[in-house]
């Protein structure tokens, strides 16, 4: 992936996306898990998605973080990724939002 994604990190911090990592075994997951694509993660990276930190990783500086965003056909995605520095995120899984999430992404991205 050659794009730049500059993302809002709860609070002000902001986060820079140039590479994403696809494990195959984290993307059959989202396919036969959660009927996601990885097209559709890297169109919720691309529309300026939501970042908020969920917990510490089990390295040091590679925490885990959710991204709430949209596909560029509206789909709703929460995308649980590790940032693993050099502005690189791991994807670890990714699925439809909660009605709770959908809720609080529409309230922000406003």
Not at 19 to 35: A, F, M, T
């Amino acid at each position: 992936m050659a794009r730049v994604s500059i993302c809002r990190v709860s609070g002000n911090a902001m986060m820079k996306i140039t590479d994403i990592i696809w494990l195959n075994h984290y993307v059959e997951k989202l396919q036969h898990k959660h009927g996601v694509t990885t097209d559709e993660v890297e169109q919720v990276f691309d529309n300026k998605p939501r970042i908020q930190f969920i917990e510490r990783g089990d390295v040091a500086g590679e925490d885990v973080y959710r991204a709430l965003g949209q596909t560029y056909g509206g789909r709703y995605l929460a995308v649980f990724f590790i940032y693993k520095g050099a502005n690189s995120a791991l994807v670890i899984s990714a699925r439809e939002m909660s009605p709770r999430e959908k809720k609080s992404y529409d309230k922000h991205k406003k």
